[in-house]
């Protein structure tokens, strides 16, 4: 089936950097695009970056433009999130999920089970 | 950026009752409008893409409409698993930007 697992979550100080990876099975990683969107605790939920299937194409949400960098390898079938310089406000579960489209349709299915990222002042 | 919200922000309803739950973009978005359901601690689950398409696996029950800035989520007869939070987002361009949520509880 198909699965998306997030991992490399965790306690952070602020100013300092993380990255989060998403393994993919059940399906050819290499044929669609995947986004992050995070959700801060009690919060909804804010897009935040989207990569096409072959990596040639990546958005950002403007809060995170210029600070975290989306990537993936289609060899591992992993998809990642460099996520530099955090901030306080960057504390979130952080969900990668699937785009229908090797661009982006940009509805999202399905979705990882998230991964906890807390930023400590 | 393109604006999402939605009315109401909470609502109280009981098994067997009708439920709708609107979104409002802040501009044109022609049909680009999806709506997930998450219950707490879980990822969101995909409903409805495209304003109307229901996704594979999803109950009848479930139906969506509008274009342009008005879109409507409707649960035809609400079913105990349907209490849950309730989230439009729009896919018309980026940032792709998601509704408040509209928390569905018991009455």
Redesign the interface.
């Known amino acids: 089936q198909v699965q998306l697992v997030e991992s490399g979550g965790g306690v952070v100080q602020s100013g300092r950097s993380l990255r989060l990876s998403c393994a993919a099975s059940g399906f050819t990683f290499s044929s669609y695009a995947l ?1 992050w ?1 995070r959700q801060a605790p009690g919060k ?4 935040v970056a ?1 990569i096409s299937s072959d990596g040639s194409n990546k ?1 950002y ?2 809060s995170v433009k210029g600070r975290f960098t989306i990537s993936r390898d289609n060899s591992k079938n992993t998809l990642y999130l460099q996520m530099n310089s955090l901030k306080a406000d960057d504390t979130s579960v952080y ?1 990668c999920a699937r785009d ?1 489209s090797s661009t ?11 991964t906890l990222v807390t930023v400590s002042s | ?1 393109i604006q999402m919200t939605q009315s109401p922000s909470s609502l109280s309803a009981s098994v067997g009752d009708r439920v709708t739950i609107t979104c409002r973009a802040s501009q044109s978005i022609s049909s ?1 409008l ?1 709506w ?1 359901q ?1 219950k707490p601690g879980k ?4 409903l409805i ?2 304003a109307s398409t229901l ?1 594979s696996g999803v109950p009848s029950r479930f139906s969506g409409s509008g274009s342009g800035t008005d879109f409507t989520l409707t649960i035809s007869s609400l079913q105990p698993e349907d209490f849950a939070t309730y ?1 439009c ?1 729009q ?1 018309y361009s ?8 509209t928390k569905v509880d018991v009455k």
């Open positions: 986004h969107v909804g939920l804010e897009w989207v958005y949400a403007d969900y229908p982006w349709f940009a509805w999202f299915d399905p979705w990882g089970q998230g | 950026d680009f999806n997930y998450q990822a969101p689950k995909l893409y495209a996704q989230y987002q896919s980026t940032p792709f930007t998601f509704g408040p949520g």
